[in-house]
């Protein structure tokens, strides 16, 4: 087992509600999440929960050379890895609950953000946290941003539809566990 795929596994057995699969995200989901992207508009994306970088690294490699890309992450492991593994100018990596995307963005200098993309266990979130995420990350989009969240569950639809406009779902079987994805505009 590669040393990443140990890293993961080993800090879902340490906070399985957090870390929410014992596997990263399949190819087919990061396909169907990132192929949703204008890649010649996107300036500067944030990624919630990135574990460790399986999303963070594909996203790098099909990104303009003078977009950034700026990954929240909780778990010190992750951030660890993250900030060692990928030497690229491009990523910032804030250790940080998702809650203060703004003070992230103050950080990289950005007003406005073209695509949030979120795995984040938002079932196990405390309702007040919930809200709050879904209202800030309304709030740092550009008028055409995109909010994009894979989830196992559809818990958090509703509050998806609250703030945006419009929500897209789609399915992805081929994930460990199938996963549903909510695009939402703003």
């Known amino acids: 087992m590669s040393v990443h795929k140990w890293l993961f596994v080993k800090n879902f057995i340490k906070h399985p509600v957090t870390v929410s699969s014992i596997i990263p ?7 169907r999440v990132l192929n949703r992207i204008d890649w010649e508009r996107a ?4 990624e919630f929960g990135p574990g460790v970088g399986n999303f963070t690294k594909e996203i790098l490699k099909r990104m303009r050379p003078d977009a950034r890309l700026g990954v929240i992450e909780l778990n010190h492991d992750f951030v660890q890895w993250l900030r060692k593994s990928i030497p690229d100018p491009r990523l910032h990596v804030a250790h940080q609950s998702v809650e203060g995307v703004e003070d992230v963005m103050r950080q990289m200098g950005c007003k406005q953000v073209d695509y949030v993309i979120s795995g984040i266990p938002f079932s196990v979130l405390p309702e007040p946290v919930r809200e709050k995420v879904v209202q800030s990350t309304h709030s740092v989009l550009s008028p055409d941003g995109s909010f994009m969240v894979y989830q196992f569950s559809r818990a958090v639809l509703p509050h998806l539809e609250k703030v945006f406009r419009k929500v897209e779902e789609e399915f992805e079987p081929l994930n460990v566990l199938p996963a549903r994805l909510f695009y939402c505009a703003k």
């Open 43 to 46: 300036r500067t994306i944030i």
């Open 25 to 31: 995200s399949s190819r087919f989901l990061m396909n």
